[in-house]
């Protein structure tokens, strides 16, 4: 009944710079958050960024300073501008959002994106 849709991802190299969008669509009624997360090869699923209807933000430790979250809420997108990327943030993207009804949180997740950092 939600569908959340990344773009965005590619081939970068080290230095260099992308930005991922994610849509969400279907049946919305208030989006408390939305994030991005990743998971590189043998590697577990970790938050890289998080940002709240009212513009709280939190990030990964790891892309402090490089990577910046934004949302638009009437229009129930999100981004991530990926700045100054490493090899190590080479990893499937993934859209997350969280919608709440009243008092119930409802997680959902897009398919990913694969960010490829390599020279």
């Known amino acids: 009944q939600v569908q959340l849709v990344e773009s965005g991802g590619g081939l970068v190299q080290p230095g260099g710079s992308l930005r991922l969008s994610c849509a969400a669509s279907?049946?919305?009624?208030?989006?408390?958050?939305m994030g991005w997360y990743r998971q590189a090869p043998g590697k577990q699923r970790e938050l890289v960024a998080r940002i709240t209807s009212s513009g709280s933000t939190n990030y990964a430790d790891s892309v402090k300073g490089r990577f910046t979250i934004s949302r638009d809420n009437a229009k129930n997108t999100a981004s991530l501008q990926m700045n100054s990327l490493k090899p190590e943030d080479t990893a499937v993207y993934y859209c997350n959002a969280d919608i709440q009804r009243f008092t119930t949180i409802y997680n959902y997740w897009g398919q990913g994106t694969q960010v490829t950092v390599s020279s």
């Open positions: 279907g049946s919305i009624s208030s989006i408390y958050a």
